[in-house]
């Protein structure tokens, strides 16, 4: 009999993990806080899915409870220095560029990343220029030459 002909399993066996960064995982509170928020979301939506006899649903979750347990398992919070002045991980960089137009960027991990939020990861090349300077240094970036104008250490809330 052709395979043509012969029915197929739900893919569910076939569903490839997520692959996990291999980065140190820097996490703000916010960021563990939304990590552990994921993973028991995903535990409720396991067992919904056992419940209704969802082979999909059961792989679908568990991929995903496998993904955050593995990111919550080796997170590492991070609080910015409050009295830091030189831009790190958590804090928020306001940015003004030549024709005063202004960004604010918080560095984040990469989990909570949302650049429409004005949120960076702090692999980001972005992140990475921004690490280390002050209020006043000037920062090379893709939409060009932008100077630091604000520092803020305070941990964003949740």
């Avoid at 939304?34 to 679908?60: K, N, P």
């Avoid at 960089?93 to 702090?122: C, H, S, Y």
């Amino acid at each position: 009999m052709s395979r043509a002909f012969v029915k197929e399993d739900s893919g569910a066996d076939t569903l490839p993990e997520r692959p996990v960064s291999a980065n140190r995982n820097l996490v703000t509170r916010r960021g563990l806080a939304l990590i552990e928020a994921e993973a028991a979301r995903q535990r409720e939506a396991l067992a919904a899915a056992g419940a209704r006899g969802d082979r999909d649903g059961v792989a679908q979750a568990s991929r995903e409870l496998r993904y955050w347990s593995a990111r919550r398992a080796n997170a590492e919070p991070v609080d910015p220095p409050q009295d830091g002045e030189a831009v790190t991980f958590g804090m928020a960089v306001t940015l003004e560029d030549g024709n005063g137009r202004q960004r604010r960027f918080r560095i984040v991990g990469e989990d909570e990343a949302d650049p429409k939020e004005g949120r960076i990861a702090w692999v980001s090349p972005v992140a990475r220029a921004l690490m280390g300077k002050w209020t006043g240094d000037e920062v090379s970036l893709p939409g060009g030459t932008m100077e630091i104008v604000a520092v803020d250490p305070q941990p964003e809330a949740f």
